[in-house]
């Protein structure tokens, strides 16, 4: 068997394992096996891209491994923590897509007005989430705030970049950003409202499998940036 299909097979493995124990609510072997699901994801995409990365996209990748991980560095006060690191990855994300992104759509009325349009819905819906009674919370109010207007303007360039052109790069980064909102939505619900498994299992399937989109955005970006340096 290849060693990529080995890695693949351990990534779908480490998923599905993550998934069942938080199903089941044995956080302490869920923590330890999501531990290698970026770990793993990352080692897919470095065997696709002839094992070169940039500084910005393992930045990402190690911001969401921290993220993943702060728990059993935290074990009693991990929220806070989890929340900046998955915050800074979403910065990073934004900074690695924003130059394209305004040279393509700054002189378009069109998507400039979709945007426009996006960032208030959103950031109203947000507002609205935000000012919800959340008495078990840990995170600085203006933390969440902050995150959720950075994972609103994530949301607002994949739509306006999927409307403009639905590529397979266009693809990925709208389903990995709906993967980053249904997780920390579902997360919400289930934590602070309607504590059921299922809301638990859709949380925790959504964030894990948003790595493989991740992953496949930078492949797709990379293939259209160099399209004769690819396996």
Not at 47 to 66: D, E, N, P
Not at 127 to 140: A, D, G, V
Request: aromatic residues 18%; neutral net charge; glycine residues 2%.
């Amino acid at each position: 068997m290849a060693p990529r299909s080995i890695i693949q097979i351990a990534y779908i493995l480490f998923c599905i394992a993550t998934i069942t124990f938080n199903t089941i609510g044995i956080m302490e072997y869920m923590t330890w096996s999501k531990a290698f699901v970026v770990p793993l994801a990352l080692l897919l995409y470095l065997q696709h891209s002839t094992w070169r990365i940039t500084y910005l996209k393992a930045s990402i990748f190690l911001c969401c491994f921290l993220g993943d991980t702060y728990r059993l560095i935290m074990p009693y006060n991990y929220e806070t923590g989890q929340v900046i690191c998955f915050l800074t990855a979403y910065l990073l994300l934004l900074y690695y897509l924003f130059p394209q992104f305004i040279s393509e759509n700054i002189r378009q009325k069109k998507h400039m007005f979709i945007v426009t349009a996006t960032i208030i819905c959103l950031t109203a819906l947000a507002y609205f989430i935000l000012n919800l009674n959340f008495e078990k919370l840990e995170t600085n109010y203006y933390i969440l705030l902050f995150y959720s207007l950075i994972l609103s303007l994530l949301i607002c360039v994949s739509i306006v970049e999927y409307n403009r052109k639905p590529d397979a790069v266009s693809v990925n980064l709208l389903m990995l950003t709906m993967f980053f909102v249904f997780s920390d939505c579902f997360y919400i619900i289930n934590k602070f409202y309607l504590p059921f498994s299922v809301l638990n299992f859709i949380q925790i399937t959504t964030q894990v499998f948003s790595y493989y989109f991740l992953i496949h955005l930078f492949l797709d970006q990379k293939r259209l940036e160099d399209p004769l340096d690819n396996d």
